[in-house]
């Protein structure tokens, strides 16, 4: 069945440093991979995402890497700042035009930068 | 802010009624999703409705349904509550077009059932 797999849980970095987290997904029909950005009492936010036809994505001190043979996808952030802590949801969905593009959550990572 | 809203922000009711979730979509965009939040199963995809049709639907529960409504705004019906049902339940919105499949989700509804 599908499912995406993330970790770490938790991850605990100091300001200026960088935070990767890693998800892998099951289903190999997947294309679109998009990140979200959850703080407390809101919704998620899209923060960057990237097609199965690239293999990596700049923006500003978020990148997102993707690795089709291995059906991994990860996100870095450099630089890390206090505002970045937040839980982080990676997540996969096959991409078909038309409207089928339900998306299959990893569990979430949260992360706090200490200053 | 995503451009979607969704009301109420918290809803608070007993076991056993029914509630009414509604979200309005980004301005021009087809399709509206329905997640629930929980903390043991994180985030969920229940159901998807693309301009006004029913697309795909997830582990969602028969006592729940949902519906679009011409002006693409939807809902999503909760009957029978339990106290399991206890979760943030968000809407996403997408345009659906090729390579513009973007979700952009709602600040959520956050029900407790008590």
């Known amino acids: 069945g599908e499912n995406v797999e993330q970790h770490p849980s938790t991850l605990s970095v100091q300001e200026g440093d960088s935070a990767v987290i890693k998800c892998t997904y099951s289903d190999s029909a997947s294309n679109y991979f998009p990140w979200y950005k959850q703080e407390l009492g809101k919704g998620p936010q899209l923060i960057i995402d990237i097609r199965s036809n690239v293999g990596e994505k700049k923006d500003q001190r978020i990148a997102v890497t993707l690795n089709k043979t291995a059906k991994h996808f990860s996100l870095h952030i450099t630089e890390t700042q206090p505002e970045d802590s937040a839980v982080y949801f990676c997540a996969a969905s096959k991409g078909f035009s038309g409207g089928y593009n339900k998306l299959i959550f990893g569990a979430g990572t949260r992360l706090a930068v200490h200053p | 802010d995503s451009g979607v809203t969704q009301t109420p922000k918290h809803l608070i009711t007993a076991t056993g009624q029914r509630v009414t979730l509604r979200c309005s979509p980004r301005?021009?965009?087809?399709?509206v999703y329905w997640y629930q939040q929980s903390l043991d199963q994180g985030l969920q995809f229940l159901i998807q409705?693309?301009?006004?049709?029913?697309?795909a639907k997830g582990n969602i529960l028969e006592r729940f349904s949902a519906q679009q409504f011409p002006d693409l705004h939807s809902e999503l019906n909760l009957s029978s509550l339990e106290l399991g049902d206890s979760a943030l339940y968000f809407c996403?919105?997408?345009?659906?077009?090729?390579?513009?499949?973007?979700?952009?989700f709602g600040p959520g509804t956050r029900l407790t059932v008590l």
């Open positions: 409705y693309y301009n006004g049709e029913e697309r």
């Open positions: 996403a919105s997408s345009l659906e077009g090729e390579f513009l499949n973007e979700q952009f």
């Open positions: 301005s021009g965009d087809l399709s």
